[in-house]
């Protein structure tokens, strides 16, 4: 019994001890336990433009039948529960939206990094619009904090998400207010899209402004926050002064498309709505974009119609034409591309095309297209703004011609191209080959399956919203 009581009393000691040095001695004093904001502003940036990129090229670029796939096409003939290739981006806004998150609360709580404020809400801002305009509601006001904050959040309606205080209009504001007040000497590190200039960021954040205000001008009247913007002149209007950042040409920076097999990158051909296009206004940037298929003789171009079924049609890949060098060979060339001045300059056109703004709607849009040809390293041929790309030319309206030529522009820029037909109905695309929704061309990304199964209420109610997860119902902007 005595030596019983003697084990029991070592047992103890042993027990107490552990307990008390359980987490200094299972700390690993090697691993921090924060991360500076430098590291992750470094990291969301890439991470992100990266990211879309890709997705960009494998999906964004399908949906705006900028090119077509030959193989694991599910997501081409619009199947796109089911992504192969690339077409899931939910992963990807909301891993950057919560590092985003991190920088954000460090911002406003720790004085030295109060410089961080101002851009974290514009990114916050831009990856939020980005994310609700693919997918309609979405969860965003809870959705960011998980570690502190609910692990199942609620869908909020896009109009919110758009509108609301801490949305997207309300978070640029706060951005550039943030910025505006900055008086401390700390400089801005990790900003590998202006390299710590914080009057670029302002610019990137009302360039934000003007493109947001837009797509949603068929529900908010916005015209005199729009007028404000382009009478104080300032916002991106030069390629200097792009939301970019450079690919290279050696791994890991180069774009993955030149990292992946060349199967990987042979699955990828023009699309013939991208041909006829281009073809149509005898434009010079398809040798840039794409390259002659292997079977002409006199380098020319030659597209497919999207969404063939691979498992009963047989096609060659030397019929068909291939993305261009910069894609593959010489990715030096090539941007992760957040906004530009082209992109605001056509934005600026429609709004003046729609009487938004008092401009010079012409004056915008040829603005506008030279500063595309000279994004994609593309000679500007002197007839090109008097024939069919002409601002008033016979056969389109100066809309068709301002969209279509800022859905040129887009490719592998995320989705962007899709969402601009979908808000505008231009350019015209053609209905594909062998569709699985019924040809009919998708208007919303669906939500991931996974959320049925970690946030099953609240995805059941945000799934009867859209008829079961349809891709065939609008946004609320688009409705």
Not at 115 to 144: Q, R, S, W
Not at 312 to 340: C, M
Not at 411 to 429: A, D
Request: contains cysteine.
């Amino acid at each position: 019994m005595k030596n019983s009581l003697y084990i029991i009393a070592i047992l103890s000691l042993i027990t107490v001890s552990c307990t008390k040095d359980f987490e200094a001695i299972n700390t690993n004093p090697n691993a921090p336990v924060t991360v500076q904001p430098s590291l992750l502003l470094r990291q969301v940036i890439y991470n992100f433009g990266e990211e879309m990129s890709y997705e960009g090229f494998v999906a964004g670029d399908l949906l705006a039948q900028h090119r077509t796939a030959l193989d694991f096409n599910l997501f081409d003939r619009h199947a796109l529960k089911s992504p192969q290739l690339g077409g899931n981006p939910w992963p990807v806004f909301y891993t950057n939206l919560r590092d985003n998150e991190i920088i954000l609360n460090q911002s406003k709580t720790v004085d030295a990094f109060k410089v961080y404020e101002g851009p974290a809400l514009i990114l916050k801002a831009y990856m939020g619009a980005g994310l609700t305009d693919l997918f309609g509601d979405v969860p965003y006001f809870e959705a960011f904090n998980g570690v502190n904050g609910t692990v199942t959040p609620t869908y909020n309606l896009q109009e919110d998400i758009y509108m609301n205080d801490g949305g997207i209009l309300d978070n640029l504001d706060k951005g550039i207010a943030a910025i505006e007040n900055y008086n401390d000497a700390i400089a801005l590190q990790g900003d590998i899209l202006f390299n710590g200039d914080l009057q670029a960021w302002i610019r990137f954040a009302n360039a934000l402004k003007i493109k947001h205000l837009l797509r949603v001008s068929g529900k908010v009247d916005v015209s005199s926050q729009l007028q404000t913007l382009f009478d104080a002149d300032n916002y991106i209007k030069t390629n200097a002064q792009n939301a970019i950042f450079n690919f290279t040409n050696s791994e890991p920076n180069s774009f993955r498309l030149a990292q992946l097999r060349i199967g990987d990158f042979n699955n990828f051909v023009l699309s013939e709505t991208m041909e006829t296009i281009l073809v149509d206004l005898n434009d010079p940037r398809i040798n840039t974009l794409f390259r002659p298929f292997s079977n002409s003789n006199s380098g020319a171009f030659n597209g497919l119609l999207n969404g063939i079924d691979a498992t009963s049609t047989s096609v060659t890949l030397a019929d068909y034409s291939l993305a261009g060098t910069a894609f593959r060979e010489d990715t030096s060339t090539l941007d992760a591309n957040f906004i530009t001045a082209w992109e605001v300059h056509f934005a600026l056109a429609e709004a003046a095309t729609k009487n938004l703004i008092t401009a010079d709607a012409q004056n915008l849009y040829e603005t506008g297209v030279a500063l595309a040809f000279e994004y994609w390293n593309t000679n500007l041929p002197a007839d090109y703004l008097t024939g069919n790309a002409d601002f008033n030319a016979a056969e389109s309206t100066p809309l068709q011609q301002i969209i279509t030529q800022k859905w040129i522009a887009n490719v592998i820029n995320g989705y962007e191209g899709w969402v601009e037909y979908r808000r505008t109905g231009f350019p015209e695309l053609k209905t594909i080959s062998a569709s699985l929704n019924n040809d009919l061309l998708p208007v919303r990304m669906p939500y991931p399956a996974e959320e049925d199964a970690l946030n099953a209420e609240n995805y059941a109610e945000a799934a009867a919203a859209t008829d079961n997860n349809s891709i065939n119902v609008p946004v609320w902007w688009d409705e």
